[in-house]
RNA sequence: GCGCCCAUGGCUCAGCUGGAUAGAGCGACGGUUUGCGGAACCGUAGGUCGCAGGUUCGAGUCCUGCUGGGCGCACCA
């Protein structure tokens, strides 16, 4: 819509040229914006202001020229105000003709090739297989699966993965974790360690083993043990962890196995590349990177004196990987606690070559559990529970889900279980599905009466400013989608249902849908048919349902 | 000590690449219902945008310093 906008102002600015009026030696970005108030205009443009330094004019006089030069059969008025604002009206066959547009695309409203078809990999989650996902991931992982089907919409060319850490010494503490209660289920009196996996998943899993082999491993040493014990361990949690995801709606393209990365020797390829580029040295028995040559603020180690390849060792070709994919833009998600690790992977990219510019960390912040407005204990030991798949089952998948949108990832998110639950108001998920549900009510009422509609009624009745101002709301949809990617922000699509949604009730409360004027009926039952649409759509962003009825 | 993030009405938060008189929701107070879902709507009160400088025609937004809070500074992830 706002497009269509700028190049109404971009044709006035051509023709003040042409009358010499501006000199524009160059054209300047062209900003659209919504009027502070509403009964400015329905949008409005700073461009008398950003030129008003290269002209070397005032920006009211300025303004004043390019509004007189402001003429498109769409628009009805262009006035200059404030400072050197110029608030344009629109016609209203202009934005009826868009609401018609938004009926016929249905869920491809929104849409938009804004990505270019740029092929991007976004990776999230990526929880170590040791344990339940627990609230903090479930924050990652809705944010994550809610901007891949933002980036989708938006017109990228989107995978999204999960890097499973599948080696290493968490992997043998597993495994031995699970050894050891195995031979205390047994019978054998253990002292457990404390820096091994103390859950009680862990005896679940070694129980299930109990019921497969029985006393098999009772009697052998802990070296024979231990490689049963660790893959048992990890495909066993491996499977809880898909499982929590898919009844959470999130999604992967693809799972990343670290392990993979040493079958196909690319750990070892890297360190060697690496090191023939003079970016590696050793020191006290162990392989270190310079990273600190690529402001990182100290040198890391990735080769152990064990022989032992870091985490990070991996991390390195696992990236690489992903630049040889042909992702011209790798989006990792992370929580807020991992920031520390951000330069030193940057460092890696620009070790390698590559514009750290292509490399995006996008920090998510925590998530306190409140109940009747106190923190809930987020520690293992504690009774209350903190695993993602506990909170989806006490307030759903839908409120879950939302609760982790609704604000902007950079910040602390307070998830209020209570009000979660709720089915009034002041649930805001609630109160979008309640306005979906409602419009469905309405159509179903309709169709009661034997009112009848199609797509193809004439749009002339609607005339009311609020008819016109959801309608607006409506056709700024995709620019919302567009935004959003852009910045990588989910939380902006949850405001913007809250707001179009508000409106709408609002309306509602006002204005009869169904009524004896049956070109009227039909006209505002075709709004709320494109109100509709906008909700599920954006919902199907957030990974959200819309139910019909509640 | 060093680094990253945050700071906006009583509470939880928006504020788009700096733009017009800083916005919602909750809570508080007061209203609204013969009709399509009252699971809703409308109104009132409430803010030195943490503090101090700076850049700019213009700063909640950018820069510097400070204060307060969160997190991190492993041959753990």
């Known amino acids: ?322 630049i040889k994919r042909g992702f011209k833009k790798i989006i990792n998600l992370m929580g807020a606690d991992h920031h520390g690790y951000v330069p030193r992977m940057e460092a890696v990219l620009e070790a390698m070559g590559y514009d750290k510019k292509i490399f995006k960390i996008l920090l998510v912040q925590f998530v306190s559990l409140l109940r009747a407005g106190e923190k809930v204990s987020m520690s293992t030991r504690s009774g209350e529970f903190e695993t993602l798949a506990d909170v989806v089952s006490e307030v759903g998948v839908d409120a879950a889900r939302y609760f982790f949108l609704m604000r902007s990832s950079d910040t602390h998110l307070d998830f209020d279980l209570e009000l979660a639950k709720k089915e009034t108001p002041d649930n805001p998920v609630f109160y979008i599905q309640y306005a979906h549900a409602r419009i469905c009510s309405i159509f179903r009422a309709a169709e009661e009466k034997g009112v009848l509609y199609d797509r193809s009624v004439d749009l002339s009745p609607l005339r009311d400013d609020e008819e016109f101002a959801i309608i607006q709301a409506i056709l700024a949809f995709p620019e919302i989608v567009e935004k959003s990617a852009r910045a990588l922000e989910v939380h902006r699509i949850s405001h913007y249902l809250l707001d179009l949604v508000s409106r709408f009730h609002g309306y509602y409360s006002r204005h009869r849908v169904i009524s004896d004027d049956e070109l009227l009926t039909q006209a505002r039952l075709f709004l709320l048919d494109a109100l509709r649409i906008t909700i599920r759509n954006g919902f199907e962003l957030m990974g959200i349902s819309s139910p019909e009825k509640m």
């Open 1 to 322: 819509m706002k497009t269509a906008i700028k190049q109404i102002i971009h044709d006035a600015l051509e023709k003040a040229r042409q009358a010499g009026e501006l000199e524009l030696s160059s054209f300047p970005e062209i900003v659209v914006e919504k009027p502070k108030d509403e009964k400015m205009g329905d949008f409005s443009t700073n461009i008398a202001m950003t030129l008003a330094r290269s002209e070397r004019k005032s920006p009211k006089v300025i303004a004043e020229s390019v509004a007189r030069h402001l003429e498109n059969g769409e628009l009805s008025q262009a006035v200059v105000a404030g400072p050197g604002f110029i608030n344009i009206k629109m016609s209203r066959e202009f934005f009826l003709e868009r609401l018609r547009n938004v009926v016929t695309q249905g869920e491809d409203f929104g849409k938009s090739d804004a990505g270019q078809g740029i092929k991007i990999l976004i990776e999230f989650v990526s929880a170590n297989p040791t344990g339940p996902l627990h609230v903090g991931h479930g924050r990652g992982a809705a944010v994550g699966d809610a901007l891949a089907r933002i980036l989708k919409k938006a017109g990228y060319d989107l995978s999204s993965e999960y890097y499973i850490n599948d080696v290493g010494n968490q992997m043998n503490f597993l495994g031995r974790s699970t050894w050891l209660r195995y031979r205390e289920l047994m019978g054998e009196a253990i002292e457990f360690p404390d820096n091994h996996y103390r859950g009680d998943y862990i005896k679940g899993i070694a129980s299930e083993i109990i019921d497969q082999k029985g006393d098999e491993f009772l009697n052998k040493p802990e070296e024979d043990c231990i490689p049963f014990f660790r893959k048992f361990a990890k495909d066993n949690i491996l499977k809880g962890i898909e499982k929590d995801l898919s009844e959470f709606r999130v999604s992967f393209d693809n799972w990343f196995s670290e392990e993979s990365l040493y079958e196909d020797k690319s750990v070892e390829k890297a360190v060697d590349w690496l090191r023939s580029q003079g970016h590696v040295y050793e020191k006290d028995g162990a392989v270190w990177l310079k990273s600190s040559a690529f402001d990182d603020d100290k040198d890391r180690v990735i080769v152990k004196q064990t022989g032992e390849r870091t985490y990070f060792c991996s991390d390195i070709a696992y990236h690489q990987n992903k």
